[in-house]
């Protein structure tokens, strides 16, 4: 099976050993993993402000780059929400992409729904409370948990994968899924707004007692860990590759 | 009327200072949405409901033409005299008509979102007619004179405090008495003499029934109904977009309304106006303001299902810690900001970026409006419409360049991560990103393209 992973451009350049945790992760499930050099950004940036050209090319562009794999599996649920459900609307009839499409993988569904995982490559031990942050677009346009909004039964990948880890205590914070505000551009162009909502749910995840917060969104974890640091407070973010890779804590 | 040049993330700003106040707004606001959730989770049939909800709106904007008709016939048929109006103009002088010609000197008015998107107050009041908002919500911001911060809560934004002190000014209530009994009594014990004087009542409508031409009203006050009952002339306002066919299709939706709007079972009062009272009148105008142009958008028609239930502000985070005095289109959050630009993609266009897209709305929504989708592409038509700002333009078109050179972007990349970490923080602590109090990320050493190559020349 060969896996090519999707490193969305921010966490190339700012979350190198988020990217890594995943390549290490899928490598020590005896995948064959490549990374292909030629990616770019996928264009949400682009279509989130409106340039459907450049989001068209963008889509084009990355459809030409992974088309060959049997599965491209990424990191960040946001990034892979934007290529498998708004590449269509640019390149819905592009065949090349309506058969990639299925093959487009979140790393946590990847290893459920795929992989079907019951252990991880290495046992991991790590005593510590964590809360979940339930990123917007893995868990409502990727079903990477039951959104509050919905009447339907309770399910969240993240809890399930967490089980397992060994000594991990889960907790929720109040709002169990309310956005962090960092929305992309929307962060700077509304960043009293975005800042006020980072601020809220941060201390939402601190009043669990947790020591970290842990997402599947590297984005949403580098704009609560702008604000935490700002506050000098204790609260770390981790990315859930992070710690399925034994690595928690050190980074 | 709404100050239509407001920019949200300018006014959202100077709303935020006063971080208690926007605070008390945000718990205030998602003490509904809970409200709501608990109310939904009773139903064990929710998600059918709307399911069914949307299926009966899109059936009918398919044939929404054959509809209006058949409720036109109906409501003839009953008596009522149906108008057309093609725009908020041709409203207001519908209606002014009507009021001339009894020759009424004061309007009792009720739940009527449409006349305020019309702007029916000032044009009635520049010709000699009182008009009197009797919701409560709606008569404090009338007092207070300004817009409705919210389609089903208007004066949310307000506390207890800020309506003691308005009534003692308006109304002759005791000073610093904040008991909400108290002001509540106060204020229909004043609006009780302006349903017993007017002339005429206007209601909004939230359905209007093909099959039957009656008009369905949902209030919690009954000033609908004192403000249709007391005065001889009724007028419905509705616009056109409010039909269902059937009247078994009216239990769908008065069971999501209430619900979605303030998490009760149902409103206290829902009435049914079918004929003008004995030697009375009933008009029902009709309006289209714009809304025929969306229903022939591909992209935008299914934001005409909207029964203007109030949830997708309650659950937008933006909107808690903005206030609807932030958007610059009559109707704030999620909806108004599809319908905003609609309407006018130069003045309302950038209320489509005031949203993180984080889908909570698309999701609490009744009728099932895809609205944060709405939202993005919303902001292709302001991008096409050439209204972003000239910095956020380059920067796109910079960015667009970049993914088409990945060895650029790396460049760039790497330029970062080596420059920041060395720029004076007195520099980077006043951009956007920085100012209202977050840190950069730190910058790491290599980039993962970097870490990758290296890692494999060392296993070859
Ligand atoms: S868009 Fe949906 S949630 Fe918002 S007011 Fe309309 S019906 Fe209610």
Redo the contacts between chains.
Sequence with gaps: MNVALF?P?F???????V??AT?ELLEGYGLNVD?P?????C?Q??????????AC??AR?FTGVFKDYDYIVSPSGSCTAYVKH?YPWYIADDADFQAMQPRVYEIVEFLQDVLKVDRLPKPVYFPHPVSIHQS??GL??LGHAA??????PYHSRLERILQLVDGVDVRLPE?R???C????????????????????RVAQHEATGAEYIVGADPSCL??M???I???GKAIRPLHIVEILTGRGGAA | MKNDNIKHAAAAAAFLQDREQARWHDSAIWWVRQKRDAQAKQLPEWEQLRALAQQIKAHTLSRLDEYLEQFQRNAEANGVTVHWAADAAEHNRIVHGILAAAGVKKLVKSKSMLTEECGLNPYLEQRGIAVIDTDLGERIVQLRHEPPSHIVMPAIHLKKEHISELFHKELGTEAGNNDPTYLTHAARANLREHFLSAGAGLTGVNFAIAETGGVVVCTNEGNADLGTALPAIHIASMGLEKIVPRLEHLGVFTRLLARSAIGSPITTYTSHFQQARPGGQMHIVIVDNGRSDILGSDDFYQSLRCIRCGACMNTCPVYRRSTGHSYSYIIPGPIGSTLGPSRDIKKHGSMAFACTTCGSCSNVCPVKINLHEQLILQRKRAFDAGTLKAAKKMGLLAMRFLTRHPSLMDAGGKLMRKVVPIVPQALTQHSAWSRPGRELPQMPAQSFKEMWQARKENKQ
């Design positions: 490193i451009c966490v190339n350049e700012l979350y190198p050993h990217a890594m390549a990374y050099l030629a990616q770019s950004c264009g940036p682009l279509s989130n402000n409106g340039d459907s050209q450049g090319d963008a562009r708004h917007c677009h409502r346009e959104p509050s909004e919905l009447m339907i709002r899924d309310e956005c505000g960092f929305g992309g551009t929307f962060s700077v162009d509304e960043p009293e707004v975005s800042v006020a909502m980072g601020e809220d580098m704009h860990g702008g604000i640091r700002h506050h």
